[in-house]
């Protein structure tokens, strides 16, 4: 199984980014996805999560309405709109899947399989 993150950059303020993630070698329509992030000096934490099918999703608390996580099953790729961008968005933004499929979840520890992750800047 692999995950290539891809679409992060530097963004001002205010702005939007999509993210995109791309999976192979797995049943991707059977694993729920995720999101995560990581600052400097910060633990890992939870942005989104969809289910195989699109119909869940979660988000963390700071989204707020921001993001948008959404998935194309036939092209086995995760999406992350990310609008209404802050300075404390900046991290390092990873995609991942669950251990096991038809389970989808919010926790880290939860997800065994990772992508390379992708920088995030928002400037202010």
């Known amino acids: 199984v692999q995950l290539q993150a891809s679409g992060g950059g530097l963004v001002q303020a205010g702005g939007s980014l999509r993210l995109s993630c791309a999976a192979s070698?797995?049943?991707?329509?059977?694993?729920?996805m995720g999101w995560f992030r990581q600052a400097p000096g910060k633990v890992r934490e939870f942005v989104a999560a969809v289910g195989w099918s699109s119909d869940t999703t979660y988000y963390g608390d700071f989204v707020k309405g921001r993001f948008n996580i959404s998935r194309d099953n036939a092209k086995n790729t995760v999406y992350l709109q990310m609008n209404s961008l802050k300075p404390e968005d900046t991290a390092v933004y990873y995609c991942a899947a669950p251990g096991r499929p038809w389970v989808i979840s919010t926790v880290v520890a939860n997800f065994e399989r990772w992508g390379q992750g992708t920088l995030v800047t928002v400037s202010s």
């Open positions: 070698g797995h049943s991707f329509g059977s694993y729920a």
